[in-house]
Nanobody
Framework: QVQLVESGGGSVQPGGSLSVSCTATGTFQSIDTMAWYRQAPGKERELVAAVTKAGTTTYADSAKGRFTISRDNMKNTVAVQMNSLKPEDTATYYC?????????????WGKGTLVTVSS
C-alpha cells in the first residue's frame, strides 16, 4: 500500500514560481511512474508531467518550457518546479504514482494541493 503526501503549492502572482513535492510512503517494493496531475474548477483532471523510474519525462504542452519534474528514487519523492506561472495554471495539483503489487499494477493518488496564480 502506498500513501502519497504532497507539500508546497500556495499563491503566487503571474510570472512567479512555485514548487510542489510529493513523498511516497508505506509498504511497497518499488514505485514505477510518478506524475503530477491538476484539476481546475469545472474542468477534468489533466496530466501535467510524469517521470518514469528510469528518468524519462513527459510534459503536457501547457507545461513544456515552464515546468520541470524531478524525482529521487532513493527517497521516493517527485517534485515539479513551476516557473512563469499563469492564471490558467490555477488548480489543485495531485500527485500520482504506480506500483506493481501482487494484485497487479495499482495507481495511487495524493489528496491534492492548491496552486493559485492571481494578481
Amino acid at each position: 500500500q502506498v500513501q502519497l503526501v504532497e507539500s508546497g503549492g500556495g499563491s503566487v502572482q503571474p510570472g512567479g514560481s512555485l514548487s510542489v513535492s510529493c513523498t511516497a510512503t508505506g509498504t511497497f517494493q518499488s514505485i514505477d511512474t510518478m506524475a503530477w496531475y491538476r484539476q481546475a474548477p469545472g474542468k477534468e483532471r489533466e496530466l501535467v508531467a510524469a517521470v518514469t523510474k528510469a528518468g524519462t519525462t513527459t510534459y503536457a504542452d501547457s507545461a513544456k518550457g515552464r515546468f520541470t519534474i524531478s524525482r529521487d528514487n532513493m527517497k521516493n519523492t517527485v517534485a515539479v518546479q513551476m516557473n512563469s506561472l499563469k492564471p490558467e495554471d490555477t488548480a489543485t495539483y495531485y500527485c500520482n504514482a504506480g506500483s506493481w503489487t501482487d494484485k497487479g499494477y495499482e495507481i495511487y493518488w495524493g489528496k491534492g494541493t492548491l496552486v493559485t496564480v492571481s494578481s
